[in-house]
């Protein structure tokens, strides 16, 4: 099934705009114009024969800027394995993958590498951090490793620190951190420099229901900022925080919420 | 809750005519309750009736107020300091619903769980986008109103979750449709396997 689509044209998105609020300095412009994240029919089968396990079953899925899609399904649904084909992670049996207009499979290993550092911010369960290097070094990292200035790398990992709220614990190595500080600093790590793709999985993980909520909140503003989210969560209460919720079954996509009205619609009653 | 110590509250706060209950009442509540004025007038006429209000002098402009009695007061103590009984809620129309899907024949009940999955999963959307825009100390109240909401609607969509992985365990009984007790007996004992 076909699960694209966004906010109805009717309703005026102040997010439509709102690039240029982002933290982290200018968005180039998206070459297919308001789709950031695009799967076309996309398959994955994992070994051939009796054994062959298939776990993405033709799945399509569109997702614009200012748009944050929740993906929800029971263990071997596949969300998962959407998340990773769509971060150029893995490839598909059949299918493609567009990311800003761009075909994955059309782009050789270091222009892959390239889109992934510069465009695509991922936030795992297993948060990833490097124990050897401060909250701010781990942020610089996919900046330094893109061939970034130190100086210039650190001064947008800081950004993306304050808008996390940790700038004060920069310098901190992660051990000296709580787990929700931790979780940030990866988030952080996840949306410095130009991400306009922000993939999480399951990024709440342990953590208790406040800080939990706060961790979302995050991936919300940077969405409505006018990035494209899609997070993978079991969670209703987290995937409640996304525009559309997508629903995967056995590899395939069976059904999704229809986009929500704006606030002022739901507060007057005729939201649904 | 009913509307009645819903309005004992508000009148414990000061003296208010019908329209001012209504406003405070729609305020403390995030709107999550609409009232209509026929509503707050029927209760206060009740309220009166039962000696827990009572109404005084109109003013100049026709609005009469209302206030809190020494009865009412105790009335509404008792109400907080009384647990809401789960027996005094309506019959879960739902779970009903879903017994019936799996003992009637030619039903999708799986379809009938994701129907009902996508409607709650879109209602917890609609709540959690109310709650986000929203995160002003005065509206604590509202919070924790949509909160409760929150977490009931959380809570059907995991029991949907459940029923659908009870589903795929569930082995119908060979000959016709059985009897519902049998059926729901049959699913258990799978459950426990």
Redesign the interface.
């Given at each position: 099934m076909t699960t694209g689509g966004g906010r109805t044209p009717a309703t005026p998105d102040p997010r439509a705009t709102s690039d240029s609020v982002a933290a982290s300095g200018t968005v180039a412009a998206d070459p297919t114009g308001d789709t950031v994240l695009d799967l076309r029919d996309v398959h994955r089968t994992h070994g051939s024969g009796p054994a062959a396990v298939h776990a993405l079953r033709g799945v399509s899925l569109a997702v614009r800027p200012g748009e944050l899609v929740a993906v929800m399904g029971p263990s071997g649904s596949g969300k998962s394995t959407l998340l990773t084909l769509a971060g150029g992670l893995d490839s598909p049996t059949a299918g493609e993958v567009h990311v800003e207009g761009q075909p994955l499979h059309a782009l050789d290993r270091r222009g892959l590498a390239r889109l992934r550092r510069r465009r695509i911010g991922y936030i795992f369960q297993n948060l990833n951090l490097i124990g050897s290097l401060t909250a701010v070094e781990n942020v610089a990292l996919p900046l330094e490793l893109d061939g970034s200035r130190v100086r210039a790398a650190r001064r947008l990992a800081l950004d993306a620190l304050t808008e996390v709220g940790l700038l004060e614990l920069a310098d901190r190595f992660p051990d000296q951190l709580s787990g929700g500080q931790q979780q940030r600093v990866a988030i952080a790590r996840a949306l410095v420099g130009q991400r306009r793709l922000v993939l999480a999985d399951e990024p709440t993980g342990a953590l208790d229901s406040q800080t939990g909520e706060a961790v979302l909140r995050l991936l919300r503003r940077r969405v409505d900022a006018g990035a494209a989210g899609v997070l993978v969560t079991h969670e209703a209460r987290h995937a409640a925080w996304a525009d559309r919720v997508v629903f995967l079954r056995d590899g395939v996509a069976v059904d999704s919420t229809a986009p929500l009205a704006g606030v002022e619609a739901l507060l007057s009653g005729s939201g649904r | 809750m009913s509307i009645r110590h819903g309005l004992l509250a508000l009148l414990e706060r000061g003296q208010m005519y019908g329209y001012q209950l209504r406003a405070a009442f729609e305020e403390s509540t995030g709107?999550t309750w609409?009232l209509n004025i026929g509503q707050v007038y029927t209760t206060l006429s009740r309220l009166e009736r039962d000696g827990l209000v009572r109404s005084l002098p109109e003013s100049a402009a026709g609005q009469r107020p209302y206030e809190i009695t020494d009865a009412g007061r105790a009335d509404l103590a008792l109400w907080f300091a009384t647990p809401i009984s789960r027996s005094d809620r309506p019959r879960d129309e739902l779970a009903i619903k879903l017994a019936l899907a799996l003992t009637t024949p030619g039903v999708d009940v799986r379809a009938v769980v994701?129907?009902q999955?996508?409607s709650?999963?879109?209602t917890?959307?609609?709540?959690?986008?109310?709650k986000?825009?929203s995160d002003r100390p005065e509206d604590l109240p509202w919070r924790l109103a949509l909160d409760a909401m929150?977490f009931h609607?959380?809570a059907e969509?995991?029991w949907l979750?459940h029923c659908?992985?009870s589903l795929v365990r569930h082995r119908p009984p060979a000959a016709g449709p059985a009897p519902l007790s049998e059926a729901v007996g049959h699913s258990g004992e799978e459950a426990r396997r």
């Open positions: - | 709107s609409p994701q129907t999955r996508t709650t999963m879109r917890l959307q609609e709540l959690t986008r109310l986000y825009s929150v609607a959380e969509v995991r979750d659908e992985s």
